[in-house]
């Protein structure tokens, strides 16, 4: 078998580098290889399709880290007299022709004539999860075959290039529980390749079972384990298949190249707490874990804080959770498309009979997820749907929504009604939103009812989007967030039981349906704002970005948004409370149109709690 070198020109130091074939598979640590060597997988394409692959890596740089290419005509083969090399005793390559994987190979030699037309690329193979788990004091568990560990075909798409279109492959660890924040922590240290790109279950990649992967030979998870998830090289071999050139060659799965480059990425061994990542479940079933900068979440809590004062003294300190802001960020964060529930009637002698809290910080949310670029609709009660489409008209009009959100009502009037609108075809495998919020909508008590804080009835005022929050407990996949500021809003029936203790009425007011995450606040309005600017945090934030892309497609800086201009202000939010005055509708407490919200005038608390949250968000820290 005769081995052979490559001479990497573009995009290398101009030292040429001799890259040496290595049989040995899973490779542990770069540092305890002699002479530094560093890892690399190869694929070699036509020289017409060089441009686009190079494109195609860059865009999709987390299972593509692309090191360098060798262009034609610089490759070299030894001698047909050279000594043999003795490592070389199985397949290095692998041969595609036309997508399909032909054969396997040992050595290129017979290919000498076709190399001259064809580049070779480097793809950087060094983080290993193995050097992880030794960083952190785990064993390493090998696979039961021996052979390299499993990589999986996930339903993610990785961005397309010019004939480049393939899913995202992934190779699993198990991670026992109590080590995975140090695990991740030890992964991130060694710069942006290490950090994973998912934790929890494997069904959010589109993987069906961990014990058949597409490449390799599975790990097996034991109880207590958490699968954790790295984008793989093996990506590449799905990027070649998809082209379908007539030739073209890759590493053998579990083989490397062995260079001596040096990494460009200076592992990050003190991380500063803009890279410190933290690791927050944010969903138990499924299971689903993400991931945030120590900072990031820093300021999210400091956002939950400032919510929680109590200006109506209604004793809600009782009713407070930990990171339940944050929690509800994350979730919302990964969610694609949402449904948000707000409207609270109080009023019994005038029409609407609406109140100025909740609407506002509905639109404020409903604004920021629009500028993410994902799906928002708004359901409402029948009742109110003719003044919530002129609400949204005026508020595109005065520039506080960049489009009308659309709007839509619910009866319920059916046994399986609230599973058939929230799933195509009513299939609670095909959601059709996988978030639902409640910002000041009045919730469902025990007894069936809806109650005001005065314990007055107001269920004839009321459509039963209850039952879709309660139908999604039933629908793997959405996730629901509660906004109140009283405990008898919908949602709160997390905490039903501190409001039946310390809230005045509470005994009967209490709302009884759950939510996921609930956000407790002395104004609703607040919980919705403060939605908005966790949403900018969080996609501000390199560690969540680089987790919420699963490291495909470009990576874009927060400064290429349109985000800061779609925060609440104290101008958006005051254009948007003068829009519901003209309606008439009405403060939930002092019942007097003007600008107020639960008896506080919009030029006092509610103008500075805007600017306390603003600030908050957009400070450095």
């Excluded at 997508?99 to 001259?116: D, N």
């Excluded at 749907?385 to 839509?408: D, I, Y």
Aim: proline residues 8%.
């Amino acid at each position: 078998m005769i081995s052979f070198t490559l001479h990497l020109k573009s995009c290398l130091p101009p030292a040429i580098r001799t890259l040496i074939l290595q049989k040995k598979p899973n490779i542990r640590s770069v540092s305890s290889m002699a002479g530094g060597l560093r890892p690399a997988s190869v694929v070699v394409l036509h020289r017409s399709l060089a441009p686009a692959f190079e494109k195609f890596c860059q865009a999709n740089d987390g299972p593509l880290p692309l090191l360098g290419l060798c262009k034609p005509g610089t490759w070299s083969l030894p001698a047909p007299n050279a000594a043999p090399d003795p490592r070389m005793g199985r397949p290095q390559f692998r041969k595609y022709e036309f997508g399909a994987c032909t054969g396997s190979l040992t050595s290129l030699e017979e290919h000498r004539e076709h190399l001259k037309d064809m580049v070779a690329f480097c793809l950087d193979c060094s983080f290993s999860p193995e050097a992880a788990l030794e960083n952190v004091g785990l064993p390493r568990r090998d696979s039961p075959g021996h052979g390299h560990a499993g990589a999986y075909k996930t339903t993610v798409p990785c961005a397309s290039m010019a004939g480049f279109c393939c899913p995202l492959v992934v190779t699993m660890r198990p991670i026992p529980k109590d080590k995975l924040e140090r695990l991740v922590q030890a992964s991130c240290s060694m710069g942006n390749k290490g950090q994973p790109i998912h934790i929890g279950d494997p069904e959010w990649l589109g993987i069906k079972d961990l014990s058949k992967p597409d490449y390799g030979d599975p790990v097996e998870c034991q109880p207590g384990d958490i699968p954790v998830f790295w984008p793989s090289q093996m990506t590449s071999l799905e990027a070649v298949s998809s082209c379908k050139t007539p030739l073209a060659f890759t590493s053998a799965p579990g083989c490397t190249v062995m260079t001596n480059l040096k990494d460009t990425e200076a592992p990050a061994r003190c991380l500063t707490p803009e890279g410190i990542p933290e690791v927050h479940r944010i969903s138990q079933d499924p299971l689903h874990y993400s991931m945030a900068s120590a900072s990031a979440v820093q300021k999210i809590r400091a956002l939950e804080a400032i919510i929680a004062i109590d200006p109506g003294q209604r004793g809600i300190r009782h009713l407070l959770g930990r990171d339940e802001l944050l929690r509800a960020s994350l979730s919302l964060s990964h969610a694609r498309s949402m449904l948000v529930t707000t409207g609270f009637p109080t009023h019994f002698n005038h029409q609407p009979p609406e109140e100025t809290d909740g609407p506002p910080g509905a639109v404020a949310l409903a604004a920021f997820l629009q500028a993410l670029g994902k799906g928002v609709s708004m359901i409402v009660d029948l009742r109110a749907l003719s003044l919530f489409e002129k609400l949204m008209e005026e508020a595109v009009e005065q520039g506080v929504l960049k489009t009308a959100v659309p709007l839509l009502t619910f009866q319920g009037e059916s046994v399986g009604a609230a599973q058939a609108f929230l799933c195509k075809d009513g299939d609670p495998k095909s959601p059709r939103f996988d978030h639902l919020v409640a910002i000041e909508r009045a919730g469902r008590a025990a007894d069936g009812n809806y109650y005001n804080a005065r314990k007055m009835n107001i269920k004839h005022l009321v459509d039963p989007i209850d039952d879709l929050f309660l139908a999604t407990r039933k629908i793997p996949g959405i996730s629901s967030t509660g906004v109140g500021d009283g405990g008898n809003e919908l949602g709160m029936g997390k905490v039903k039981e501190a409001v039946k203790r310390h809230i005045r009425n509470g005994d009967v007011i209490a709302c009884d349906v759950e939510a996921d995450f609930a956000i407790i606040t002395g104004v609703s309005n607040w919980g919705g704002y403060a939605l908005a600017c966790a949403l900018y945090i969080l996609n501000s934030c390199e560690v969540h970005r680089h987790y919420l892309r699963k490291a495909v497609g470009p990576c874009r800086a927060p400064g290429e948004q349109n985000w800061t201009q779609a925060l609440p202000s104290v101008a958006k939010e005051e254009k948007m409370l003068g829009i519901l005055v003209r309606h008439k509708v009405r403060s939930g407490v002092s019942g007097v149109v003007g600008m107020e919200v639960d008896g506080l005038p919009f030029h006092g608390t509610h103008a500075q709690m805007i600017q306390k949250l603003v600030d908050v968000t957009t400070v450095c820290m």
